[in-house]
């Protein structure tokens, strides 16, 4: 989180006549109406790109995003994005996705955001995949910083949708870092369980296979049956996971 960005966020939103007290949001047109962080992220997030898909702009909803830490302001930057009068700047687009990947707190709508949005879509999954992860992973595996690693655990576990063809060269360059061995089989699993997950069987095997993983990890037996028997999405294959805990219990 910058806190500079957060200020900006706040004066902003006091320009819009809303302010944060204890419980929750006020606007100055119904002060007596309590809001959500979710409501001020509908009413007002995509007023910031009203006028300008500048960097300013983008850097404005980025902390927005940092203060009310709501998936919806996610959604208005990639509707700007999207817009007649995008895209965005790709380099503060990227920038702030990485930043929050790499932050010590909690970012599910950021995560919630590349899974959903950006890595389902395949006009934008190999794009943003790279600009999270793809292009530096072998920097990751190099220098193995705590927030290099923070970040790739989390693009890792949410990268299911993301086309194997895209993923695999980074899935086999993480697998030399015992460090991400555990995210990566989030990443494996998350391929085969996926409404839009993707892998090619005999890869993804040979990828389980070289993990070195905690004896308690759940399902990996399970995975190793489904992916050997050449399954590649639970929903195109119903009932093969089913059919592999009862062999694997």
């Not at 690693?149 to 015992?178: D, I």
């Not at 991400?180 to 699993?189: C, D, Q």
Request: aromatic share 8%; with cysteine.
């Amino acid at each position: 989180m910058e806190m500079q960005a957060v200020e900006a966020a706040q004066r902003w939103l006091a320009d819009q006549g809303v302010s944060q007290v204890r419980d929750g949001w006020v606007s100055d047109e119904e002060p007596d109406v309590l809001l959500t962080a979710n409501q001020v992220a509908h009413s007002w997030a995509g007023d910031v790109f009203a006028e300008d898909l500048d960097t300013d702009q983008l850097r404005l909803a980025f902390g927005l995003l940092d203060l009310l830490d709501d998936y919806w302001v996610t959604c208005e930057i990639r509707f700007a994005n999207e817009s007649a009068d995008g895209p965005l700047p790709a380099d503060v687009l990227w920038d702030g996705y990485r930043q929050r990947l790499e932050a010590d707190l909690g970012v599910e709508a950021v995560t919630y955001s590349l899974w959903v949005d950006w890595f389902e879509d395949h006009a934008t999954s190999a794009t943003a995949f790279a600009e999270v992860l793809g292009k530096d992973i072998d920097r990751v595996v190099a220098e193995r910083s705590d927030v290099l690693l923070r970040r790739a655990r989390r693009v890792l576990e949410c990268s299911g949708p993301v086309r194997w063809v895209v993923k695999e060269p980074t899935y086999r360059t993480a697998v030399q870092l015992s460090a991400l061995h555990s995210a990566l089989f989030r990443g494996l699993r998350a391929s085969f369980h996926d409404v839009y997950g993707d892998l090619e069987p005999a890869a993804a095997l040979a990828l389980l296979d070289q993990l070195d993983l905690p004896a308690n990890t759940q399902h990996v037996a399970e995975l190793r049956h489904v992916l050997a028997a050449g399954h590649e999405n639970h929903y195109r294959s119903p009932g093969a996971w089913d059919d592999a805990v009862r062999s694997c219990s």
